[in-house]
């Protein structure tokens, strides 16, 4: 089993960015696909980026494709998730995950972390 830490969440306006880690208990550069999800109220958990780690492969929402960045800190076993140009409609508790398929879909993810909330004020 894979333990994930979530922290950096915060409020930001509209427009601004945030930066959010994933604490990894495993290697980073092994070949587990580690993602971001979000939730909002009362919506499902949606993938939101992709990581195969150990290849750097990524994959994103259309959402936030070109806002979003999900990257590897190999030596910290962290992965985080730059995102700029928040807009409203990204805000909810983010969670990362840590999986064998490499997907943005929530079915292949078996370990979690506790989540952190990201508020975007418009």
């Known amino acids: 089993q894979v333990q994930l830490v979530e922290s950096g969440g915060g409020s930001v306006q509209a427009g601004g960015s945030l930066r959010l880690s994933c604490a990894v208990s495993t290697s980073t550069s092994s070949s587990l696909s580690i993602a971001w999800f979000r939730q909002a109220p009362g919506k499902e958990r949606d993938g939101v980026a992709a990581?195969?780690?150990?290849?750097?492969?990524?994959i994103y929402a259309d959402s936030v494709r070109g806002r979003f960045t999900i990257s590897p800190d190999n030596a910290e076993n962290t992965v985080y998730l730059q995102m700029n140009n928040l807009k409203p409609d990204d805000a909810g508790v983010y969670y990362c995950a840590a999986g064998q398929i490499f997907s943005i879909r929530s079915r292949y993810y078996n370990d979690w972390g506790q989540g952190t909330q990201v508020t975007v004020s418009s």
């Open positions: 990581l195969l780690a150990g290849t750097g492969a990524t």
